[in-house]
């Protein structure tokens, strides 16, 4: 079965204020199995617009992305994240 992923391309506006939600995402989307591919980390662009950071969150199949992602308690804690940054969130079904 393909697996599901949640792709993010973001520009946090508030450092200090982006890491409460690092801190409160990271158990909600690890229950649902979530393995972190990309978190941050060295990049470049090499064709056309994008953020500053970007993440790659793998899971077992892409219902189990996209449960994750509209999972009440995740999307209560995603209110940080569109208050402290710019971003384009994703969910891809791959291998």
Do not use: C, W
């Not at 995740?74 to 940054?85: N, S």
């Amino acid at each position: 079965m393909p697996k599901g992923y949640i792709i993010g391309h973001i520009t946090v506006n508030d450092p200090d204020a982006y890491k409460e939600y690092i801190e409160r995402d990271t158990p909600i989307l690890e229950s649902f199995g979530a393995k972190f591919i990309v978190r941050g980390g060295q990049s470049e662009t090499m064709e056309g617009e994008t953020q500053n950071r970007h993440v790659v969150i793998e899971f077992d199949d892409f219902e189990t992305a996209k449960r994750a992602y509209h999972d009440p308690a995740y999307q209560e804690v995603a209110e940080i994240r569109r208050r402290t940054a710019t971003s384009t969130i994703i969910l891809v079904e791959g291998t």
